[in-house]
């Protein structure tokens, strides 16, 4: 079974520009969370897709966005950049379902550059 | 809010010694507990996991129990090899009431070396 895919791998940009990650979850999970990880900060939670809604969201500005598309892909956007946005960008996913414990399963992650 | 404590790192051992990192978390309810690892340049994975107060995740070796009366969920292992280099997160999840919702909430990770 494949896991979760995360693309590009690698991303150069600069100040003010915009950019677009991607991300396919593991066949049959339809939650999709996305994570920015930095060594000031650590791994804080961005937002969480679940059958093309947003159903949690964390404290980051409107800069950053997303969205599900119906076969559960996730594309994470992050406009106007900044220096600070520059981190390891994880996606997560799992089968989101109510009561469920399962866990999240972690793609590789796309390293955002700002320069 | 919920939040999750680790031990501060780097840690250093040598191979076959005892490991344990100290993890202990701030919930209301009763969230589940994880423990992931993340090797250089990779993603995180699962290590265990544990859903309620008493239960044992356990795998590779590793073991963490949970441990509600000291809202504790301390990672062990009986002999470390130089190949568990990395570094460990502690994460607890809890959903909203009737609703499934993902959100792992991660402690701020422990550098882990093992030194052959």
């Known amino acids: 079974k494949a896991g979760v895919t995360q693309t590009p791998r690698y991303l150069i940009k600069t100040r003010g520009q915009q950019v677009t990650l991607s991300c396919s979850p593991i066949?049959?999970?339809?939650?999709v969370s996305w994570y920015q990880q930095t060594p000031g900060q650590g791994l804080q939670f961005l937002f969480e897709y679940f059958s093309e809604t947003q159903r949690n969201k964390g404290n980051f500005p409107g800069r950053f966005s997303g969205r599900q598309f119906s076969n559960s892909r996730s594309e994470m956007n992050v406009s106007t950049l900044e220096l600070g946005d520059s981190a390891l960008y994880l996606c997560?996913?799992?089968?989101?379902?109510?009561?469920?414990?399962?866990?999240?399963?972690f793609g590789d992650g796309t390293r955002l550059s700002i320069l | 809010g919920n939040s999750v404590t680790q031990m501060e790192g780097p840690v250093t051992l040598s191979e076959e010694a005892f490991l344990t990192i100290n993890c202990t978390y701030t919930a209301t309810g009763y969230p589940s507990l994880f423990w992931y690892v993340q090797y250089p340049g990779e993603g995180l994975q699962l290590l265990l996991k544990a859903t309620k107060a008493d239960d044992k995740g356990s795998n590779k070796g590793f073991e963490a129990t949970y441990r509600k009366e000291t809202t504790s969920f301390h990672l062990e292992k009986g002999s470390v090899q130089v190949s568990d280099s990395a570094v460990y997160f502690c994460a607890l999840k809890q959903g909203e009431r009737g609703q499934g919702a993902q959100k792992l909430v991660f402690g701020q990770g422990t550098r882990l070396t093992i030194n052959p």
């Open positions: 997560a996913s799992s089968l989101g379902l109510q009561g469920s414990n399962q866990p999240q399963h």
């Open positions: 066949s049959g999970h339809r939650s």
